[in-house]
């Protein structure tokens, strides 16, 4: 069994930050990819920024330069700090990790959700 949980989100001024944290547990035997999205109401969802197991990092370009994601593999844990943030980013944010769960001689690749938090910037 795998879960990933989220913490973080919450109401902010425009112009403010929050930091977003993801983390996984259960039978894990490595993380993969490391992925934020987002869903705002009346939108599909889209992929804000993603990190890779080697620590490659991509942003959608309404964030760069405002939103820096980063992991810590030995909390197994994705963050998403959040600065300069603007009305329009206000919505449901999600992490997504890609997870081999089980151990050395048997494991599974899957893709985990988090139950997804708030973010609201108003102006």
């Known amino acids: 069994q795998v879960q990933v949980v989220e913490s973080g989100g919450g109401l902010v001024q425009a112009g403010g930050s929050l930091r977003l944290s993801c983390a996984a547990s259960g039978s894990i035997f490595s993380i993969n990819a490391m992925d934020w999205y987002r869903q705002a109401p009346g939108k599909q969802r889209e992929l804000v920024a993603g990190?890779?197991?080697?620590?490659?990092?991509k942003y959608a370009d309404s964030v760069k330069g405002r939103f820096t994601i980063s992991r810590d593999n030995a909390k197994k844990t994705v963050y998403l700090q959040m600065n300069s943030l603007k009305p329009e980013d206000t919505a449901v944010y999600y992490c997504?990790?890609?997870?081999?769960?089980?151990?050395?001689?048997?494991?599974?690749?899957?893709?985990?959700w988090g139950q997804g938090t708030q973010v609201t910037v108003s102006s």
């Open positions: 997504n990790f890609s997870i081999d769960s089980g151990n050395y001689y048997y494991r599974e690749r899957g893709d985990y």
């Open positions: 990190i890779t197991s080697g620590g490659s990092t």
